[in-house]
């Protein structure tokens, strides 16, 4: 085992046993390197490491945002891997729309009506008919999704959906280059997603799983690209 994996399985082995916990701080980089009897420059590659999983946050100088923090942020992680393996074409994006499309109307199906997130959700349908930019609106879209997938009260469902999004985020903009109408379009995405929305709201969950699905599908066959259906 290399130096800085030495490093790793320790500070993995710490949050397995409760003794670091999210808001934890590491020790200081010489008293870990001391403690493992490894180089500094083994724990240094340890936590960039840990930092581009999004599991630590390194701060560096003195005060409170000094140090190295344990923080939980999957989504980034997962989402730049994903992203990176898009870019090499090894996971082809029709693949990746096609996965949406299982978690996201799996999400949309146990949605809870009385979630707090369909409120937050409602609010951004609100912002999308304010006439958005492009840039704008599909952000909001990704939002609104990420809304519903968190009424439905699994975090890794949540986290892979928005790694999912992240991924493919850049591709579905440039896309919207081969919409005929992107007005006519928009005014179709909004339309949709306040029926989705009025679904989960009613309890009918199967309902609301086929209409997402039926939305993100949709949109990718409208803008030319196809989803293996």
């Not at 009897?37 to 999983?53: D, F, K, P, Q, Y």
């Not at 958005?132 to 609104?144: K, M, N, W």
């Not at 999912?164 to 440039?174: P, V």
Request: net charge negative; no cysteine.
């Amino acid at each position: 085992m290399r130096t800085h994996q030495l490093v790793l399985q320790w500070i993995e082995n710490q949050l397995l046993s409760g003794r670091l916990t999210v808001g934890g701080r590491l020790p200081a980089e010489r008293t870990l390197a001391e403690q493992l009897e490894v180089s500094r420059t083994s724990v240094r590659e340890a936590i960039r490491i840990l930092e581009a999983m999004g599991v630590v946050r390194a701060g560096v100088g003195s005060g409170p945002d000094a140090g190295t923090v344990v923080i939980a942020d999957p989504t980034a992680a997962l989402g730049s891997a994903l992203r990176l393996h898009v870019a090499t074409q090894h996971l082809p994006v029709a693949d990746i729309v096609a996965t949406r499309v299982l978690l996201e109307s799996w999400a949309a199906a146990r949605a809870r009506p009385g979630a707090p997130q369909l409120a937050q959700a409602a609010a951004l349908l609100d912002e999308m008919d304010a006439d958005p930019t492009v840039d704008e609106f599909l952000a909001l879209d990704v939002r609104f999704h990420l809304a519903l997938a968190e009424a439905a009260g699994n975090a890794v469902v949540s986290a892979m959906m928005g790694s999912l999004r992240e991924a493919i985020q850049g591709y579905a903009g440039r896309l919207t280059a081969n919409l005929p109408d992107w007005d006519a379009t928009a005014a179709r995405l909004r339309a949709e997603h306040r029926e989705i929305l009025a679904a989960i709201r009613n309890d009918d969950g199967v309902r609301a799983g086929a209409l997402v699905a039926d939305h993100i599908e949709g949109y990718y066959k409208e803008a030319g690209l196809g989803t293996g259906k």
